[in-house]
């Protein structure tokens, strides 16, 4: 059981991880919580829906598209709600409450357009399960796992090494100074919300092929918030390490305590955590955080 | 005197509206027509259309035609509390609805302040009739349903007996009063037959995830797992146990009995048994369930378009032995139900309680393959 509990933790904070990122990357460039990005991960999962359901795509090309229809809608989301805001040098309490307002404003969408009933992905892997020392787990799931882990590993990789991300980590540290050095600000701020949707798109297909989809699934992106937070807005690796220890916390606490009190356990852990340590695990300094 | 003209015939034409509005009898419907129940709520919706088109095109009640006044109470106890003083506002003389133990409870107590009867269509708990604070029967409140008990009895009965299960295992929704009492009343019965429930562990409603408890089910190895949830919720769990290589036959409840119980559990729920209220190849409702899909071109989703059309009927029944519309003599006529034939067969109300006596059960089991709910067989209460 032991065992059993500690890869469903896994599999449960993999998704965590991977969503925390899509907050934690924006929160590094623009120092504002990007509510809106729930909404994003809610419509990925639509868009993965559509393409494997009325089209029959493979799961790589289903997960291929959501990624992109998630960037491009988060570029859409910062160009039409955010970008005037940030030219005009707005606090970042205003961003928030814009980022909220896009959020509610889709989830709203999808309930006028496409309805409240709940959908299920078709089957990719008919319900196989690899047995390991007693324990099983899906298929899917290891694939998510590691597709997960394939992407968030691209992204570190492409922000240590490539050109564009080397502005972006510059971005991280000074904007205003980045601007003065000549980079396109307003292109690297697109990039960012380009990188962040596409991981949210990958987050959704994944949860949408795992449990079901429907318009408030992005509430679970709660969670996925507490995790970044967790792990110190603003850093991808605290992202991973806050997403990961979330879901085994929560997994072990339901299993050997009580699934009722699941959510008080993993909330006092974070009020803790952030009285010790206000930056979370893996935060730099001290700023403004909202 | 143009402007006096035209104050002069609003006032007639208010006139006629309100003498109009006298030959009609509203009646409330308080339903689910958005969220995860809406599937049932629509059905049921488009069941009462029907038939109070008919009642009302054979001359209706009393001389007056019925209307019908549907909101939609989204499936959430606050809300079903504003829509039942909404209706109370708009004047109805009776409510039906709504279909959810939890709401139904919530509504109760405003209906009977009002001193309007209600008839819920699918609420099963017990104390939907029963105030639980004094243990007497709501005066207002009626159903056409059977209850709980009887159906955790029904589910423990035929887990022990027909499925020869020793070792039970149950997952329930702790937010929801449906789940919380029937896990209750299936322990209870399995127990009492001589079963073992090795596990009861439960989740919170709006949790997608159910691996936690169910991975520490899988040690116990169940020989059924009793899932009294919405069929999404049972969806997933089916879901979640076989991709944790948990190989117990699940058994559900009537509230699984939807399509999209298929489309959303997949391969994993099938085999998987349940109890419904009624079952679309059951005899009675045949001549209902043609005129439905001759309407509506579909099914109707069972079993809550034919509890609502019971309901209609012991209504209409009611207020044409009442003579009246006032809501005492309504609730009293409706204590007073005897033998009356209704779209699922023939009912009677237990004065004692306000549940129907001998309202059968049937176990479906789910073919995924062919798409469909196969019945099993039927439970008389008292078998």
Same mark, same amino acid.
């Given at each position: 059981? @032991?065992?059993?509990?500690?890869?469903?933790?896994?599999?449960?904070?993999?998704?965590?991880?991977?969503?925390?990122?899509?907050?934690?990357? %924006?929160?590094?460039?623009?120092?504002?919580? !990007?509510?809106?990005?729930?909404?994003?991960?809610?419509?990925?999962?639509?868009?993965?829906?559509?393409?494997?359901?009325?089209?029959?795509?493979?799961?790589?090309?289903?997960?291929?598209?959501?990624?992109?229809?998630?960037?491009? *809608?988060?570029?859409? !989301?910062?160009?039409?709600?955010?970008?005037?805001?940030?030219?005009?040098?707005?606090?970042?309490?205003?961003?928030?409450?814009?980022?909220?307002?896009?959020?509610? @404003?889709?989830?709203?969408?999808?309930?006028?357009?496409?309805?409240?009933?709940?959908?299920?992905?078709?089957?990719?892997?008919?319900?196989?399960?690899?047995?390991? *020392?007693?324990?099983?787990?899906?298929?899917?799931?290891?694939?998510?796992?590691?597709?997960?882990?394939?992407?968030?590993?691209?992204?570190?990789?492409?922000?240590?090494?490539?050109?564009?991300? %080397?502005?972006?980590?510059?971005?991280?540290?000074?904007?205003?100074?980045?601007?003065?050095?000549?980079?396109?600000?307003?292109?690297?701020?697109?990039?960012?919300?380009?990188?962040?949707?596409?991981?949210?798109?990958?987050?959704?297909? @994944?949860?949408?092929?795992?449990? *079901?989809?429907?318009?408030?699934?992005?509430?679970?992106?709660?969670?996925?918030?507490?995790?970044?937070?967790?792990?110190?807005?603003?850093?991808?690796?605290?992202?991973?390490?806050?997403?990961? %220890?979330?879901?085994?916390?929560?997994?072990? %606490?339901?299993?050997?305590?009580?699934?009722?009190?699941?959510?008080?356990?993993?909330?006092?852990?974070?009020?803790?955590?952030?009285?010790?340590?206000? !930056?979370?695990?893996?935060?730099?300094?001290?700023?403004?955080?909202? | 005197?143009?402007?006096?003209?035209?104050? +002069?015939?609003? #006032?007639?034409?208010?006139?006629?509206?309100?003498?109009?509005?006298?030959?009609? #009898?509203?009646?409330?419907?308080?339903?689910?027509?958005?969220?995860?129940?809406?599937?049932?709520?629509?059905?049921?919706?488009?069941?009462?259309?029907?038939?109070?088109?008919?009642?009302?095109?054979?001359?209706?009640?009393?001389?007056?035609?019925?209307?019908?006044?549907?909101?939609?109470?989204?499936?959430?106890?606050?809300?079903?509390?504003?829509?039942?003083?909404?209706?109370?506002?708009?004047?109805?003389?009776?409510?039906?609805?709504?279909?959810?133990?939890?709401?139904?409870?919530?509504?109760?107590?405003?209906?009977?302040? $009002?001193?309007?009867?209600? #008839?819920?269509?699918?609420?099963?708990?017990?104390?939907?009739?029963?105030?639980?604070?004094?243990?007497?029967?709501?005066?207002?409140?009626?159903?056409?349903?059977?209850?709980?008990?009887?159906?955790?009895?029904?589910?423990?009965?035929?887990?022990?007996?027909?499925?020869?299960?020793?070792?039970?295992?149950?997952?329930?929704?702790?937010?929801?009063?449906?789940?919380?009492?029937?896990?209750?009343?299936?322990?209870?019965?399995?127990?009492?037959?001589?079963?073992?429930?090795?596990?009861?562990?439960?989740?919170?409603?709006?949790?997608?995830?159910?691996?936690?408890?169910?991975?520490?089910?899988?040690?116990?190895?169940?020989?059924?797992?009793?899932?009294?949830?919405?069929?999404?919720?049972? $969806?997933?769990?089916?879901?979640?146990?076989?991709?944790?290589?948990?190989?117990?036959?699940?058994?559900?409840?009537?509230?699984?009995?939807?399509? =999209?119980?298929?489309? +959303?559990?997949?391969? $994993?729920?099938?085999?998987?048994?349940?109890?419904?209220?009624?079952?679309?190849?059951?005899?009675? #409702?045949?001549?209902?369930?043609?005129?439905?899909?001759?309407?509506?071109?579909? =099914?109707?989703?069972?079993?809550?378009?034919?509890?609502?059309?019971?309901?209609?009927?012991?209504?209409?029944?009611?207020?044409?032995?009442?003579?009246?519309?006032?809501?005492?003599?309504?609730?009293?006529?409706?204590?007073?139900?005897?033998?009356?034939?209704?779209?699922?067969?023939?009912?009677?109300?237990?004065?004692?309680?306000?549940?129907?006596?001998?309202?059968? $059960?049937?176990?479906?089991?789910?073919?995924?393959?062919?798409?469909?709910?196969?019945?099993?067989?039927?439970?008389?209460?008292?078998?």
């Amino acid at each position: 059981m @032991f065992l059993q509990t500690l890869f469903t933790g896994l599999s449960v904070g993999g998704i965590y991880a991977l969503m925390a990122v899509g907050y934690s990357l %924006i929160f590094s460039i623009l120092n504002f919580s !990007n509510f809106a990005h729930g909404s994003v991960i809610m419509l990925g999962a639509y868009m993965g829906l559509g393409l494997a359901s009325k089209f029959g795509l493979k799961l790589g090309f289903v997960v291929a598209g959501a990624m992109a229809g998630g960037g491009l *809608l988060a570029v859409l !989301n910062e160009r039409l709600a955010y970008r005037k805001l940030r030219h005009r040098n707005a606090p970042s309490l205003y961003l928030m409450i814009s980022a909220m307002g896009c959020s509610v @404003f889709l989830e709203n969408m999808v309930y006028v357009t496409i309805g409240s009933r709940f959908y299920a992905f078709p089957e990719f892997f008919t319900r196989r399960v690899v047995t390991f *020392l007693g324990s099983s787990v899906s298929v899917m799931d290891l694939f998510a796992l590691a597709f997960s882990l394939l992407a968030i590993g691209a992204l570190g990789l492409f922000l240590a090494r490539s050109r564009t991300g %080397i502005a972006i980590r510059a971005g991280v540290c000074d904007m205003t100074m980045c601007s003065l050095m000549g980079v396109d600000t307003d292109r690297l701020v697109a990039l960012v919300f380009l990188l962040a949707g596409a991981l949210g798109g990958l987050a959704g297909t @994944f949860m949408g092929v795992r449990y *079901l989809v429907y318009p408030t699934m992005g509430w679970i992106t709660n969670k996925a918030y507490i995790a970044a937070v967790i792990g110190g807005l603003g850093s991808l690796l605290g992202a991973i390490v806050g997403g990961v %220890i979330l879901g085994i916390v929560e997994t072990f %606490i339901s299993a050997y305590v009580s699934s009722i009190l699941r959510d008080v356990f993993s909330f006092t852990i974070l009020i803790a955590l952030l009285v010790c340590m206000p !930056n979370g695990l893996f935060g730099k300094s001290m700023e403004e955080r909202v | 005197m143009r402007r006096a003209l035209v104050v +002069l015939s609003c #006032i007639a034409l208010l006139a006629t509206a309100a003498q109009a509005a006298e030959d009609l #009898i509203k009646v409330g419907h308080t339903v689910s027509l958005t969220g995860g129940a809406s599937m049932w709520g629509q059905s049921e919706k488009n069941a009462l259309e029907l038939l109070i088109g008919k009642i009302n095109e054979s001359g209706g009640v009393l001389g007056k035609k019925i209307v019908l006044i549907s909101y939609d109470n989204r499936n959430d106890p606050v809300e079903s509390v504003n829509v039942a003083r909404r209706l109370i506002n708009d004047g109805v003389v009776a409510v039906i609805g709504p279909a959810q133990s939890g709401n139904a409870i919530a509504t109760a107590p405003i209906l009977e302040r $009002a001193k309007i009867p209600m #008839i819920v269509t699918t609420a099963t708990n017990p104390y939907v009739t029963i105030d639980k604070d004094t243990g007497k029967v709501r005066p207002f409140a009626f159903r056409p349903c059977f209850i709980d008990p009887f159906q955790g009895t029904v589910a423990a009965q035929f887990a022990y007996t027909d499925l020869g299960a020793k070792k039970a295992a149950i997952l329930y929704d702790v937010g929801s009063d449906y789940g919380q009492w029937l896990a209750k009343y299936f322990e209870e019965a399995f127990t009492a037959k001589g079963g073992e429930v090795v596990a009861k562990e439960a989740f919170r409603s709006e949790e997608l995830d159910y691996r936690a408890q169910l991975g520490k089910i899988k040690g116990l190895s169940p020989d059924v797992l009793f899932l009294p949830t919405t069929q999404k919720e049972a $969806a997933m769990a089916a879901r979640q146990a076989r991709d944790l290589g948990i190989t117990a036959t699940f058994l559900g409840t009537d509230n699984w009995g939807s399509p =999209d119980l298929i489309d +959303l559990g997949g391969s $994993a729920i099938d085999g998987g048994y349940f109890v419904n209220l009624t079952d679309l190849s059951d005899p009675d #409702i045949q001549d209902f369930a043609a005129e439905y899909r001759a309407v509506y071109g579909k =099914d109707p989703v069972l079993p809550n378009p034919v509890m609502a059309g019971d309901a209609i009927y012991m209504l209409v029944d009611a207020i044409k032995r009442a003579g009246s519309t006032d809501g005492t003599a309504l609730a009293k006529a409706l204590e007073e139900t005897r033998d009356l034939p209704v779209v699922s067969g023939k009912i009677t109300v237990n004065p004692e309680d306000h549940n129907p006596l001998n309202k059968p $059960a049937v176990i479906q089991k789910v073919d995924t393959k062919a798409r469909a709910f196969v019945f099993v067989k039927k439970y008389e209460p008292g078998d």
